[in-house]
């Protein structure tokens, strides 16, 4: 079972010719509704890879977040964890033409105390993996301190307010995952990435959109995966895919190098349609995908690196 814990938000998508900078102007060529927020995001790319995945976020007790509630539970994620005390929030999405988006999130009432409950609540009922974001840290460090019985966690750490956060984030989790640009500018170059997956004991994935991705091990070593090449129409919820899928892999047993491949080629398959859920493909696509590839996977090229991070 898998607990995921985080943003649930209704998206606003604006379509626009370019990402308008300070003072510009632009006009949009369409406007659309759609649910998303990373948690939910990441419950149903999970449920959709034919994992026990539950959603443990904020909502409200409005007809608009009841619709939001029973879309996750046709997708097989179950909700009975979701607190209904707040409301569902907003997130504004400008899309380019050629997939390229910038995100304007509202803060939602997901506080260290829900937290904590959620920790709790899914020690009680056996569950193997909790996720969460980073909007949670370094607030939710303390309800992650290793205990008897505790889910193994993983963050993804899209949301770090920045260093503290993302360092509260990396020593909480057994796996984390984060876009390269970020990760650079809260911790450093890759020998200080390198570093810190040492320092924390955790599986770090770094990913870089179309230029592939990376994990580095808590034992020093680097593996660097290609993306999937696809003709982008939308990469809302890509990273979310990403995530999502790689913790349905963790749950089945697989590998952290197998399960990042497989959450690879996932998150590509789902940049080819429209919304933040609609290109999120199931287990079988991503089984037929990789059966088209010679040897049946993607490339990887692996290496060791020191322990203060410089190659040998």
Known sequence: MIVFCGYANTDLTVRVPVLPGPGARVQAT???YGEGGMAANASVAAARMGADARF???VGDDALSTAFLRTLAAEGVGTDWTARTAELTTAVV???????RSIISQDDALDAAHV?????TAREAGADWLYLDGYRFPAAADALAARPGRPRVVVDLDGCSGPEAM???LSAADHAIGGRAQLTECVGDDKALVRAAIEHQVYLMVTDGPRGWTLLTPTGERHDGEAIKVDTVDATGAGDCFAGTYCAELD???APLDAARFAAVAAGL????????DGMPRREAVGAYLRTLPGRQTAVRSQP???QGEER
């Open 270 to 277: 789902s940049c080819t349609r429209p919304g933040a859920r």
């Open 94 to 100: 400008l899309l380019t033409p050629d997939g390229e």
């Open 56 to 58: 443990a976020g904020v």
């Open 116 to 120: 904590a409950e959620v920790v709790r």
């Open 305 to 307: 690196v020191h322990s």
């Open 167 to 169: 360092r509260a984030a």
């Open 252 to 254: 089945r047993g697989t």
């Open 30 to 32: 369409g406007v659309s």
